[in-house]
């Protein structure tokens, strides 16, 4: 079991940056791929970007190409997002989560394990 603690929501105005940061613990932190979800209210949730398991890849949706960056620090088992100019349709709550065998991918079914979430909110 692999469990992940999201920090670093908070309110913040348009351009405006912020880095989220996911702790994990329970397992081998290296062997899980890690990707960052949002789910805005009223809507689904949406994939945000991920992180091969090294953290030598990543991927991300067109709404966080260019602004949003993703990173992992294996030795403090931690995954980052580094959200810059940020917009008022980013407000959400983002979710981290790891899979142990999909690595880089941007299906939430193919993860297995989920934080709580930390909470976004982006004024105009």
């Known amino acids: 079991q692999v469990q992940l603690v999201e920090s670093g929501g908070g309110l913040v105005q348009a351009g405006d940056s912020l880095r989220l940061s996911c702790a994990a613990s329970?397992?081998?932190?290296?062997?899980?791929?890690m990707g960052w979800f949002r789910q805005a209210p009223g809507k689904e949730r949406e994939f945000v970007g991920c992180i091969g398991r090294s953290g030598s890849s990543t991927y991300y949706a067109d709404s966080a190409k260019g602004r949003f960056t993703i990173s992992r620090d294996n030795a403090k088992n931690t995954v980052y997002l580094q959200m810059n100019s940020l917009k008022p349709d980013d407000t959400a709550v983002y979710y981290c989560?790891?899979?142990?065998?999909?690595?880089?991918?941007?299906?939430?079914?193919?993860?297995?394990?989920w934080g709580r979430g930390t909470q976004v909110t982006v004024s105009s």
């Open positions: 329970g397992r081998t932190f290296s062997n899980y791929g």
């Open positions: 989560a790891a899979n142990r065998d999909a690595g880089l991918t941007p299906r939430a079914r193919e993860y297995e394990h």
